[in-house]
């Protein structure tokens, strides 16, 4: 008997060990994953390295691993590349996830010193990505899931596209949050440089006039504290102070706002009574409280009882009036209270992802996923399932990217504006494999730029360089098609292609780049990869100075030089484009500017400047005075 009291008192001791362990385990865990998601937030990316660094100090393997991938890009710790790939390597061994994402990074790009084929280095890394995706690294989860997507092998890519929104969404708040257009190393890239963007200063001039009681400069500073800027953390409590501001000034936007940020978030003290706030703003207009009113009544408030009729009729006025929110809300009752209204739900919820919801994106994947999953069991070897895993693929994967990561986008510019170019560049890099257009532009700007810090060869550069501008033209970009063009015209990267590379620059017209015009335009003119067609050329330059007036001297340059061409070869009977004018070139300088573009030779700009000499040497021989005879 005692034995048996003592064997089970002995049990019930290692089970109660066991479940302390596990606990702890559990929040290490949640605590580690905190810590690494805190790496990609610039404001937050110390702390989250400390973290780490505490527990690697104590033999963690998993907090080493996670800092191999902060020393590769920066994050919360001085960039170190050779550092990072040391500790990869060796941690690999031991089995740390993420040390593989880390290391299959240096590998896609030729970062690692080891001399092998690209085809061999790329295999390496896809196998590393997916030794990390294993263990539930969503960055190696969407690296992989894109490899797979290229070689067109759709169910995997459907696979780890699913688990990396799997693991972002929990964090993505169900409010509509506009992301900030993102910034570009080149401002000639940036598409939205002339609207502007409000810098600091702009700000605390606002939020100085709110303080000074201005209602309006108070809603627009709630706004961007609660959104958060460039060199701006998120605020929300602040953005609830100054919205309370606003509302005693009767403003019915503060209202809604004011109303939206309390049902969402635990604040101890709220004071307000949110449904009279919004009553009262419904009662002078705002249709947008609706919404607010809907999703009050759709989970309960404070004394507010959950009250399923109430929201529906509140949501419906609110979709009927375009409130974005109202849709995603609407839709989330017609799933919650399971009255067989699926398809109009995901028709809600079409209308809200299609302006960015990403809530709104994930439930409609999830949707189809199980969709593709019943008409895979019943029709085997179908276009129709092809073509769903492809947009449900597509809808997967633009909810990952809203995953913390992309606050890297912001660090890196601000490393570039700082003169951390290497920095920048290792982030943009990373950001560009995972699918963000901004970074393929930034990173082959970088690039191109010759002082990257981390690759040591023209070569090398060259052939990173064509990687990130053939990523930057599959997603649509012009300056990508440009690029590729001026790449194989010279031959840096990849064997030189007169054919391709006017193909390329035709392309990059198509989609209204005055460039590309301009250098498929030179090319048609001389001949060069294309037949010649010096009338066609003519009607190119043409087109090309209706589209850009920055392009207007270079094309009226170019058109003199033209009609000089024509005149003296129809005078003289010569053909002046039948002779080899060429001198040493002048050096690439990345579609920069129209008078060094890719495809203007040297003797070009010395032409126009002699041209403008004599035209000059004439206009003032005419002009001198006779003498009187």
């Known amino acids: 008997m005692r034995t048996m009291r003592s064997d089970i008192g002995l049990l019930s001791i290692l089970i109660l060990v066991g479940s302390v362990y596990g606990a702890e385990l559990t929040k290490w865990q949640n605590q580690r994953e905190e810590a690494v998601f805190a790496l990609f937030r610039p404001q937050d990316a110390s702390r989250g390295a400390l973290i780490l660094q505490d527990a690697a100090s104590q033999g963690n393997v998993d907090a080493e691993s996670d800092l191999t991938l902060a020393m590769l890009l920066g994050m919360g710790v001085p960039q170190d590349i050779d550092a990072a790939e040391k500790s990869s390597s060796s941690l690999v061994e031991g089995g740390g996830a993420r040390a593989h994402t880390t290391l299959g990074l240096l590998l896609a790009h030729n970062l690692t010193g080891a001399e092998m084929t690209e085809e061999k280095r790329q295999s390496q890394a896809l196998s590393h990505y997916i030794l990390a995706a294993m263990s539930n690294d969503p960055i190696a989860q969407m690296l992989a899931g894109w490899h797979y997507l290229k070689v067109g092998d759709c169910d995997a890519a459907l696979q780890y596209f699913r688990r990396a929104a799997l693991a972002v969404i929990p964090s993505v708040p169900e409010e509509m949050m506009p992301q900030d257009s993102p910034r570009y190393v080149w401002p000639e890239d940036d598409q939205f440089a002339e609207e502007g963007r409000m810098t600091l200063d702009e700000f605390h001039y606002i939020e100085l006039m709110a303080q000074h009681g201005d209602a309006d400069a108070a809603l627009k500073t709630a706004f961007i504290l609660y959104r958060g800027m460039p060199g701006l953390p998120r605020d929300v409590r602040g953005a609830v102070g100054y919205l309370r501001q606003a509302v005693k000034e009767n403003s019915t936007s503060a209202m809604v706002i004011l109303s939206s940020i309390l049902l969402r978030h635990d604040f101890p003290d709220i004071e307000e009574d949110v449904l009279g706030l919004l009553q009262t703003a419904l009662d002078f207009g705002e249709q947008s409280a609706h919404a607010f009113l809907g999703l009050l009544y759709l989970n309960g408030f404070r004394g507010v009882p959950k009250d399923l009729a109430k929201a529906k009729i509140h949501l419906t006025q609110g979709v009927m009036h375009g409130v974005a929110e109202a849709f995603y809300l609407l839709g989330k009752l017609y799933e919650e209270d ?3 209204k699926s398809d109009e739900a995901i028709a809600l919820w079409l ?17 189809y996923w199980q969709e593709l999953h019943r008409v895979a069991t019943n029709v085997d070897n179908t276009v129709f399932p092809q073509e ?15 995953g913390d990561w992309h606050y890297l986008l912001e660090s890196a510019y601000d490393d570039y504006v700082n003169g951390h170019v290497r920095t920048a560049l290792m982030k943009y890099l990373l950001m560009s494999d995972l699918g963000y257009p901004s970074a393929h532009v930034n990173a082959g700007r970088l690039l191109d730029s010759g002082n990257d810090g981390i690759y040591n060869t023209e070569e090398a550069l060259h052939h990173q360089a064509v990687k990130v501008w053939q990523k930057a033209a599959e997603t649509g970009t012009a300056t990508g098609y440009v690029r590729l063009g001026d790449l194989h015209y010279y031959g840096q990267g990849v064997p030189q292609d007169l054919t391709l590379a006017f193909m390329y620059y035709n392309n990059a017209s198509m989609l209204g780049s005055a460039h590309g015009l301009f250098n498929a335009a030179q090319m048609v003119e001389w001949g060069e990869g294309v037949e010649q067609n010096v009338t066609k050329a003519r009607e190119m330059y043409q087109s090309a100075g209706e589209l850009s007036e920055d392009a207007h001297v270079p094309i009226t340059l170019a ?5 000089l061409f024509l005149r003296l070869n129809a005078t003289l009977g010569l053909d002046l484009y039948a002779v080899d004018w060429s001198l040493p070139s002048l050096k690439d300088q990345g579609g920069h500017s129209f008078f060094v573009s890719a495809s203007m030779p040297a003797w070009d700009i010395i032409l126009m400047v002699v041209l403008a000499v004599i035209i000059t040497a004439m206009v003032a021989l005419r002009a001198r005075p006779t003498g009187n005879r």
């Open 338 to 340: 399971n009255i067989g």
């Open 388 to 402: 769903l895993c492809q947009s449900v693929v597509y809808i997967y994967r633009e909810v990952a990217l809203s």
């Open 559 to 563: 058109l003199l030089r033209l009609e």
């Open 351 to 367: 209308e809200s992802a299609s302006i960015g919801h990403v809530p709104s994106a994930f439930r409609i994947a999830e949707s």
